[in-house]
């Protein structure tokens, strides 16, 4: 006998009829290893990641695992030009077209 699972409709990706602006939607305070470019070279180290974006009126929502698919597609050494690629990477990718992106050290006790 072959069991028959309900599929689950995708919420998120389907048109909001409210016409809302959101804002801020994203993850904050994601500890995540990171390489870092140097002068010398890189060095490894934990970063502490806030990653936002502003969603059209259109748009009900969106799914925060992509943000953290973004962040595990990132192999460059965190610099300038790679948290710029970052940046349109995560825009491209949730279909949005203004985001932030602030990225820290936790403090090492």
């Given amino acids: 006998m072959d069991m028959?699972?309900?599929?689950?409709?995708?919420?998120?990706?389907s048109a909001d009829r409210r016409n809302v602006v959101i804002q801020r939607v994203g993850i904050k305070s994601v500890t995540h290893p990171m390489?870092?470019?140097?002068?010398?070279?890189?060095?490894?180290?934990?970063?502490?990641?806030?990653?936002y974006v502003?969603?059209?009126?259109e748009v009900k929502g969106t799914h925060m695992s992509r943000f953290l698919e973004v962040l595990n597609e990132?192999?460059?050494?965190?610099?300038?030009e790679s948290l710029r690629a970052l940046m349109?990477?995560?825009?491209?990718r949730?279909?949005?077209?203004?985001?932030?992106?602030?990225?820290?050290?936790?403090?090492?006790d």
């Fill in 4 to 13: 028959v699972l309900p599929t689950l409709t995708d919420v998120q990706s």
């Fill in 54 to 57: 502003r969603l059209p009126a």
């Fill in 94 to 108: 949730l279909g949005a077209e203004a985001g932030f992106i602030e990225i820290g050290q936790p403090d090492f």
């Fill in 35 to 51: 390489v870092v470019a140097t002068r010398g070279g890189t060095q490894p180290s934990v970063a502490l990641i806030d990653m």
């Fill in 74 to 80: 990132m192999h460059a050494p965190l610099s300038v």
């Fill in 88 to 92: 349109a990477a995560m825009l491209r």
